[in-house]
């Protein structure tokens, strides 16, 4: 009896106090929302308006989010650099509490900041924005040793340090984030709007899913680079319209060009790497498609060389009822490395190509310049999966074919007045200098020693091992599954 009594006792402040059989909160929906106000650590203060126009396809009990559906808040913190004094690194920390429709409609939201695409800046668990040490860059550190270098023979000092100067610039360590940045969040929606989730993939009808299929299927599953035999990058999407219908979609999705590979491209690339900046147009190894070099080749990135979204695309000499075909292999760098085949600086890429294509499809939905979007797999049974992937690639075989519209009307970013006239970063150059001085002298005075230098050597060690591992770990899931 004293048993029973008990447990109904604990059951009663279980259900009090928010416990296990206590209704819980809805769950978090990842969301993708592209920035509208400017975020600067330079210029943003507490209190200034944030503002992000959704772009992925959240429906509520079935029903999409009408456009131009904002999540939108304030900014919490903000530390600048400045003059280096205080602060090595920037910080900002963004306050997201509601989501507001078209035509002034709102509701409280809880969303917390996971990561910002395509950025050098890293996000914390608490969603707070963590900027970069300029110091910790390659170009930092090669300075530096040339300045000190340059103290044994004073009179090379001053053309050593201008010829530094010329090759690789001092890194801008402040946040600087326009209008268009897109942001991961996960949100927690209120109950009121109905039940939140992604909205599903519609299926081709019946009779035409065997077409689909076909389709796909006829069309080369594989690019190749010139010197290796080996596949590269698989074919996952086809856009199914006119050249100007193609470059007005992408343009409108923020997308640029690539840059021929050269002597100079080739050292802007790597003054990116050094300079731990971005390279907007910046070159790409050249891929053969049935032995074509690509007819487009197109990238979005931020403020960094190691992270990018880049795609080729070929036109095919077939039609589809009456439009252009082009097929295109989109993948995501998330790292820039050095190999030795090919000799050089080259990227590692997301293993999972089909978060890659999806992002491509969401983003070209966004600018409405999409009429429909199907997604035929290009194998009719899974097993055949297992005989057609290459080492580090995972995809489920399937092909987003993106019927474009004529894109003469394409949606338009929401605007708003965020207090900043100017996106770029826009220190003085005495600030700039004296930061310099004084951050290269600190980092000098803190890390040029015994102790620190073995310390970072153990950090980077075990970094290393860490990454290895992971690596090993999964290799072996790919194997077991």
Known sequence: MLTARLSIALLAVAIAFGGPLAQQPPAAIPVTA?????????????GDEVKAEIASAVCFDGAPLPPKTTLEGSVERVHAVGFGIVHETASLGLHVDRIVFDGGRSFPVKARLAAIENARERVDQRGVIHGIRATDTLSSRFSS???????????VMIPSLAVESVLFRFPEPEIEYAAGTELELEVNFPDDLGHAAA?????????????????VASLPAWTYSKRQPQPMDP???????????????FRAAGWTGSDANS??????????IVEDREYSNAPMRTLLLDGAAPDLRLQRSLNTFDKRDHMRIWHRDAEWRGRDVWAAAATKDVEATFSTRPFGFTHRIESDVDLERDKVVRELEFTG????????SRLKTAEEAETKLRRGVETDSRVAVVLLNSCERQRELSTSDSGIEDPTPSPSLETRLIRRVTLTARNHFLRDNLIWRAGDTLRLGWHTFQRWEAQRREREARQMN
């Open 235 to 249: 074919i996952n999407l086809v856009f199914l319209g006119s050249l100007a219908e193609l470059a007005r979609a």
């Open 34 to 46: 592209r920035l509208v106000t400017l975020l600067s650590s330079y210029r943003s203060r507490a």
């Open 369 to 376: 310049c999409v009429e429909t979007v199907v997604r035929p």
């Open 145 to 155: 040793r040339l300045f000190f270098a340059a103290h044994a023979h004073p009179a």
């Open 263 to 272: 002597l100079k491209t080739g050292f802007e690339a790597i003054r990116a």
């Open 199 to 215: 909205c599903p993939q519609p299926a081709p009808a019946q009779e035409d899913a065997a077409e689909w299929q076909e389709f």
